[in-house]
């Protein structure tokens, strides 16, 4: 089993900046994609970013410019950095794990974190 633990969400004004960063543990691949994803109150998740092994970039248009997603592999860890950050933007943001190197969306994730709240204010 591998475990996901995200952490840096909390409270901003809009046009502020968070870090959120995901941790895996246990039993992790040794080569893994990774995703950001995020759930408004009353909304479907949705994707926010993706990264390869490789390090290959993925981006929803919704927050392209805004959001650049990072990986660690030797700290198992992934970190997602929010600028510009809107009202929209208000959600949980999970991250994920994909066994298969190759980032392919939320379809391809094979494990779950339990999500960080992030609130942006007007």
């Known amino acids: 089993q591998v475990q996901l633990v995200e952490s840096g969400g909390g409270l901003v004004q809009a046009g502020g900046s968070l870090r959120l960063s995901c941790a895996a543990s246990g039993r992790t691949p040794s080569t893994y994609a990774m995703g950001w994803f995020r759930q408004a109150p009353g909304k479907e998740r949705e994707s926010v970013a993706g990264i390869s092994w490789s390090g290959r970039t993925y981006y929803a248009d919704s927050v392209k410019g805004r959001v650049t997603i990072s990986r660690d592999n030797a700290k198992n860890t992934v970190y997602l950095q929010m600028n510009s950050l809107k009202p929209e933007d208000t959600a949980v943001y999970y991250c994920?794990?994909?066994?298969?190197?190759?980032?392919?969306?939320?379809?391809?994730?094979?494990?779950w974190g339990k999500g960080t709240l992030v609130t942006v204010s007007v």
């Open positions: 994920a794990l994909d066994r298969n190197p190759i980032y392919s969306g939320s379809g391809g994730m094979d494990y």
